[in-house]
């Protein structure tokens, strides 16, 4: 079921998946997207995991059907419109599991609003800051969209999302990805890339929150490196951990099926057994 929400003005669209609150079978699951997708790059994680669970899938103002919203400045701004549809949905308490971008957003709702949430995932992503070089590089891409359009930059940049081995047997998923890019509005990706420039460090976020926390890593992860994202796991009371080898920035759709049954697991607050994989509870 799509629907929508008004936030500082502007339209906000979410889908909402799954049994009715009466009959559900386990926690209410908000899955949020990263750059640059929309709500719908989630949708192999949504057809396994609707049966059984509630699920709310929002498309980010400026992304999907959602409209560009120029009064958010920063993650805390998007946080508080997942906070949005949560109240608008009634939920008391969600598992939150975010992708890059979303994952930046999630960690501040964890931060604004921990006792809104029974668990987070962290889904290719990181509660690491962007380094002096990432920030450099990051204003520099809002000036090249700035000057060939957001369209122009993404098709140089979502190939690179990807492992080798999708790329070379799946790029037709990968260009079906870059052709629906054209989508977006330049303004909108430029204010992506600004809030994920500006984010704080989120680390004592992790060692605050006494919830499960899920990690997802992929080992040809570019953007979260398995190098920066496996010592924050020691970081929680309880951390769980997927490794997915030969695996990109782009795990949920390199790797489907193992994502999903971690997904479930984890949903069921039970211990992750999905090979490769290491758990940890510390």
């Known amino acids: 079921m799509k629907k929508t929400v008004i936030h500082k003005g502007e339209i906000v669209t979410y889908q909402l998946l799954g049994p009715e609150p009466k009959e559900k079978q386990g926690p209410i699951l908000m899955l949020v997207h990263g750059f640059p997708e929309d709500g719908t790059i989630f949708r192999f994680q949504y057809d396994s995991l609707q049966k059984d669970f509630r699920i709310i899938v929002p498309d980010l103002p400026g992304s999907g059907e ?6 958010l400045q920063s993650v805390d701004d998007f946080a508080d419109v997942l906070l949005n549809i949560i109240d608008t949905e009634l939920a008391t308490r969600i598992v ?3 992708h890059s971008m979303g994952g930046y957003i999630s960690l501040a709702f964890a931060k604004k609003y921990p006792e809104r949430i029974t668990g987070l995932g962290l889904l290719h992503s990181t509660a690491y800051p962007d380094s002096a070089e990432k920030k450099e590089n990051r204003m520099r891409a809002v000036e090249t969209m700035g000057k060939y359009g957001g369209h122009a930059f993404l098709k140089t940049v979502i190939p690179g999302l990807f492992g080798a081995a999708f790329k070379q047997h799946h790029m037709n998923v990968i260009e ?3 052709s629906g890019s054209v989508r977006f509005k330049t303004v909108a990706l430029q204010q992506y890339y600004k809030i994920m420039h500006d984010r704080p460090d989120s ?4 060692k605050s929150l006494r919830i499960p926390i899920l990690f997802i890593v992929g080992s040809e992860d570019k953007a979260a ?8 796991s020691a970081l929680p009371v309880m951390a769980q951990i997927l490794i997915l080898p030969g695996i990109g920035h782009m795990g949920f759709l390199e790797a489907k099926t193992k994502v999903n049954e971690c997904l479930k697991t984890f949903l069921q607050l039970e211990k992750i057994n999905c090979p490769p994989t290491i758990s940890q509870l510390h």
């Not at 490196?225 to 924050?232: G, K, R, T």
């Open 225 to 232: 490196p398995a190098s920066d994202v496996l010592p924050q």
């Open 96 to 98: 939150l599991v975010g």
């Open 203 to 206: 680390t004592e976020v992790l």
């Open 66 to 71: 959602s409209e560009y919203n120029d009064q």
């Open 176 to 178: 079906e990805i870059i």
